[in-house]
């Protein structure tokens, strides 16, 4: 039965002498004539809830079937309250001196090793003979506190074996070992207990602090991600704009020169028609000489001056195919592609950049090859920095000391070419987590991480500066260079090097790659400018030395 249906709506209690007024609400009887009181003066009744109105008091009489429903109610609810506070249920504890029916237990008695409800729990709080009685909240463990082998209570707590025994076992299995009391041995670990408490409760403020940390940065993120959008979009619409406007003016230039082109074509058109129109008088003038019968008058006639050698230079015009802005058209492609090819590779790296935008989270470093693999990315070498000695090929991801086609262009030399050790970076730098392989081909090769001068390449062999990290690959060893300092490292040899840097963490890799991964060696730093992933390969007579940034797919 539902309560609230059986509520008055003034007093939000149970109906008391219910009432049903003409509208057919209910309520109190008291409440609803407390009600009309109030409005009298005012000559006039209204229902609390539905506020319609009524021209004279309505008569009120005892809602007999409202009432009855009210009276089952209470019975109800009281017998239901009684048995909830009374009887134990499943997962109450019972009490153990009931002998029928048992009730709740209120309290346990850890020298009793009982458990009593209200009633009978009373002699412990009349009897003085009770008064060393400890009692707890009600417990269904006590027996718990009953040695299993003696059946007496445990009350020594034995710290050789770290565990509770009673009296018995104490002279017997635990003789010399060393015991104490367990309200001793409580206060020793309550010390402990409070120690670790206290250091809980330093990690949940300092973790409060770092929540509140990470909710500005949320909020910062949020609002730089805003900002960015706004400003890229702005940027984007400039240079859509600035498209727009050189296509306008391009359309303009196209439309100026086709119309002076087609004047210069209506210009000759008319002196051609003005031409024609001469040369047509001149043909019958001459063909009615032609037919003069009059010898004298043609004579006469004939040796008047005919210009006809003013057209003779006229230009002639033949029909060829139309080829009128296709020039322009070609360029205008030439021009798109160039763009879009330059659009994309600057995208990439704009891509890139968005990707490295990262907060510096506590989280678990790559393990799995499958793992190092989402952060793979694609590497090519830089032309221009590439040493005279050694040859690009496979679209820029290989280089080698030796080729049958030189195709490298030295014609002139850049000075950002490496001219020393036959070295070469390459041309996209390393930005945001970032992982390549290298194939190997030869005995002696190093793979590095190093900084980029603006101006001119430090022309020093990678690993002999601070500004370069260098994993030196013999054909039976590895060895790791920075600084000048030199180290010899162990693990598998493989043909395929895998590395691994994340900039902002400060953290440099480098991997043994075959069915598996195996770590070579690993640096711990601070990054101060951009990477750049370098090649070194060294001379050789007698080898071929070739290494490639493997497409990773």
């Given amino acids: 039965m539902d309560q609230e249906k059986l509520c008055c709506s003034v007093c939000l209690d149970l109906l008391k002498k219910p009432v049903t007024i003409p509208c057919g609400h209910n ?3 008291s409440c609803i004539k407390r009600h009309w009181d109030k409005e009298e003066p005012k000559g006039a009744y209204s229902c609390p809830q539905c506020t319609k109105s009524f021209i004279s008091r309505p008569e009120l009489e005892k809602n007999s079937m409202l009432a009855e429903l009210v009276e089952d109610l209470k019975i109800s609810g009281h017998q239901a309250a009684s048995a909830d506070l009374c009887y134990a249920g499943p997962e109450d504890v019972s009490c153990d001196v009931c002998t029928e029916e048992k009730l709740k237990a209120v309290k346990s008695c850890l020298v009793c090793l009982v458990s009593y409800c209200e009633q009978h729990l009373q002699p412990h709080y009349d009897s003085s003979a009770f008064d060393k009685h400890k009692l707890v909240k009600p417990s269904n463990r006590l027996k718990g506190n009953i040695c299993s082998t003696h059946n007496e209570v445990m009350k020594i707590f034995c710290r050789t074996d770290q565990k509770c025994i009673c009296y018995v076992c104490c002279v017997n299995e635990h003789n010399h070992h060393n015991t104490v009391q367990v309200e001793e041995e409580r206060k020793h670990r309550q ?3 409070k120690l670790i408490l206290q250091k809980i409760q330093q990690r949940i403020q300092r973790r409060q602090e770092e929540v509140k940390v990470l909710d500005k940065e949320v909020d910062g993120i949020k609002v730089s991600s805003d900002e960015a959008m706004k400003d890229s979009e702005t940027i984007i619409n400039e240079l859509v704009s600035y498209i727009k406007e050189k296509g306008k003016s391009l359309k303009q230039k196209i439309q100026l020169q086709q ?4 004047s210069r ?3 000759l058109q008319k002196k051609l028609e003005q031409e024609i129109t001469e040369l047509k008088k001149m043909d019958e003038e001459l063909k009615q000489l032609l037919h003069t019968e009059d010898n004298a008058e043609f004579l006469l006639s004939y040796s008047l001056p005919f210009k006809l050698n003013d057209y003779t230079d006229s230009p002639s015009f033949k029909m060829c195919p139309v080829k009128y802005f296709e020039d322009l058209q070609t360029t205008v492609l030439e021009v798109r592609d160039k763009i879009k090819a330059f659009l994309a590779e600057e995208w990439r790296k ?4 968005v990707r490295s935008v990262d907060v510096l989270l506590p989280q678990s470093k790559p393990k799995t090859r499958d793992e190092f693999l989402k952060y793979s990315y694609q590497l090519t070498m830089d032309s221009d920095t590439v040493h005279p000695k050694i040859f690009l090929s496979n679209q820029n991801r290989s280089v080698s000391n030796t080729v049958q086609h030189p195709t490298n262009d030295f014609s002139f030399q850049r000075k950002d070419r490496f001219s020393h050790h036959q070295q070469a970076l390459s041309k996209e730098s390393l930005i945001g987590p970032c992982y390549w392989e290298v194939e190997m081909k030869g005995k002696g090769l190093s793979v ?3 900084y980029k001068n603006k101006n001119k390449l430090d022309q020093s062999d990678f ?3 601070n500004k370069s990290w260098a994993l030196e690959c013999y054909g039976d060893s590895y060895k790791f260079s920075h600084n000048k300092i030199t180290t010899p490292l162990s693990g598998p040899l493989s043909s395929k090097i895998g590395v691994y840097v994340d900039p902002r963490a400060g953290v440099l890799s480098f991997y043994s790659v075959s069915d598996t991964m195996a770590l070579l060696h690993r640096v711990q730093t601070t990054f101060t400018k951009p990477l750049y992933a370098g ?7 007698w080898t071929d030395n070739t290494a490639t940034f493997n497409e990773i797919k």
Wanted: charged share 25%; hydrophobic share 45%.
């Fill in 463 to 465: 690993g002999s500066n």
């Fill in 448 to 450: 590095a991480v190093t």
């Fill in 265 to 267: 074509v209506v210009m």
């Fill in 535 to 541: 090649l070194w390969i060294w001379k050789s007579y």
């Fill in 191 to 193: 010390k402990d207990l």
């Fill in 259 to 262: 119309k002076e082109e087609e």
């Fill in 27 to 29: 309520y109190c009887m």
């Fill in 350 to 353: 704009i891509t890139l950049t």
